[in-house]
């Protein structure tokens, strides 16, 4: 495909962009009066550009998870004396913060 020219990625997204382009003409062009709710083909534009946006989403979802899953936990690199450090800084912050900010009204 990539020989070809052809990306399935980049072609949903034309077809999404002009899907939706197509659809903002046809509410422009019913909201002034030149096309009647039964003649604007608006809802079939937002049907197309709705399912190429979910076509989109099954490409990125699985990259975007794959991604997340790689991330290393911060901690995990940690000896128990640094996450204990870390901990004692977390709740130093959190006391300037409530000071900061006064009593809540609970």
Same mark, same amino acid.
């Given at each position: 495909? #990539?020989?070809?020219?052809?990306?399935?990625?980049? *072609?949903? /997204?034309?077809?999404?962009?002009?899907?939706? +382009?197509?659809?903002e003409? #046809?509410?422009?062009?019913?909201?002034?009066? @030149?096309y009647?709710?039964?003649?604007? $083909?608006?809802?079939?534009?937002? *049907? =197309? +550009? /709705?399912?190429? $946006?979910?076509?989109?989403?099954?490409?990125? $979802?699985p990259?975007?998870?794959?991604? #997340?899953?790689t991330?290393?936990?911060?901690?995990?690199? =940690?000896?128990?004396?640094?996450?204990?450090? +870390?901990?004692?800084?977390?709740? @130093?912050?959190?006391?300037?913060?409530? *000071?900061? $900010?006064?009593?809540?009204?609970?």
């Amino acid at each position: 495909m #990539e020989e070809a020219g052809h990306c399935p990625t980049q *072609k949903l /997204i034309y077809l999404a962009r002009v899907a939706e +382009a197509r659809f903002e003409a #046809e509410i422009e062009l019913t909201d002034s009066g @030149r096309y009647s709710p039964m003649e604007s $083909n608006a809802h079939a534009y937002l *049907k =197309m +550009a /709705i399912d190429a $946006n979910k076509e989109l989403c099954s490409f990125v $979802n699985p990259k975007l998870k794959s991604i #997340e899953q790689t991330k290393t936990d911060h901690l995990s690199d =940690m000896s128990p004396e640094q996450k204990l450090e +870390a901990a004692k800084q977390a709740v @130093r912050m959190m006391e300037l913060e409530v *000071k900061r $900010n006064g009593p809540s009204a609970t």
